[in-house]
């Protein structure tokens, strides 16, 4: 399980790049939401496969969905952006 600043430093080992003001987003969503790292890693992973970058206010709205829904595992979120075509 990575925390979420391994998870980033993970995907900008694979090429993805993140400005300062994303990363912003990510930890205000995960605190703001008050998400586990898997749950902020799943919304981090959805939003770039959903949009094709990251976007800040689709994976603050998305993270909020999910913890709303009381979605907890990377796996259920999958299952829940499946189910609802978000993907």
């Given at each position: 399980m990575k925390t979420v600043e391994e998870y980033l430093h993970f995907l900008q080992s694979k090429g993805f790049q993140f400005r300062e003001d994303a990363i912003g987003f990510i930890y205000f969503?995960?605190?703001y939401t008050?998400?586990?790292d898997e749950l902020a890693n799943a919304a981090?992973?959805?939003t770039l496969k959903a949009q094709k970058s990251?976007?800040?206010s689709f994976y603050v709205s998305l993270l909020e969905t999910l913890?709303?829904?009381?979605?907890?595992s990377r796996r259920e979120a999958i299952k829940f952006?499946?189910?609802k075509e978000i993907i």
């Open positions: 969503g995960k605190n008050n998400a586990s981090i992973e959805l990251f976007d800040g913890v709303s829904k009381n979605i907890t952006v499946k189910e």
